[in-house]
């Protein structure tokens, strides 16, 4: 595990960590190049100058310029609901159709329960819909694990924004100094810096250790579990050696 620019000794006690699900908790399994490249086709279709949506541009992002952009041109409020439903249903379809498939990552359930037996709040924040994660939860009995699963749907404004993770932190009761957010992606990186929480990056998902680093990962693990220690160090505990036990003979 690497560290980026981590310094635990200086941050308060650790109360609460929230996850995202893709990736992270459950195997990555979206056609998101796709779900992304349609987006980005519906929004010039209607009308969105070529040019405004960088490449780089993620689903989120995405929409956000083009409301922007709409709004500003005309587009009442009404017709943008419309376009934005559209769009809606249309990510609805390709999350339904690949939460079916879905299992968990080898060990991560476990990973999470061990931070539950420590104490710890834990919740999950999610850009996918609400209909897909039902699906989800129903595949993998998992929904005991945490106390908030939020889905774009219940938050203000979805990933990279950080109004979503700002909510599950109301919910939990704990202070954003508290919290860290646990993602595979820049997206979670830049969501949680918005947020003013801790990122910590994992590998599970579709990057590197490198790009977790370079967009602001405290530190990066190779899974959940692999960040046990690292959690222990901000609850203050010490880990026990096993003894030497004499061998028989």
Known sequence: MRQGHDNRQERPKLRAVIFDLDGTLTVLTLPLEAMRRETKRYLYDRGLPKGMIDQSDGISS???KAKSYFLSHDMTPAQWRQLE????SMLSGYEAGA??????IDGALDAVGLLKARGLKTAILTNN???AVDIVLEIIPMACL???????NESPTPKPFPDG???IVSKLGV????TIYVGDAPIDAVAAARAGIDFWGVTTGETSREILLSAGAQLVASSLHDMIPSVDARLGRRLRRTPNLPSGN
């Open 129 to 131: 819909g609400r209909q």
């Open 62 to 64: 995405s929409i956000f």
């Open 175 to 178: 202070d954003l100094s508290e």
């Open 85 to 88: 439903e559209h769009i809606e």
């Open 146 to 152: 945490f106390d908030v699963i939020q889905t774009r």
């Open 165 to 167: 993770l700002t909510a």
């Open 99 to 104: 939460a079916k498939d879905v299992r968990p």
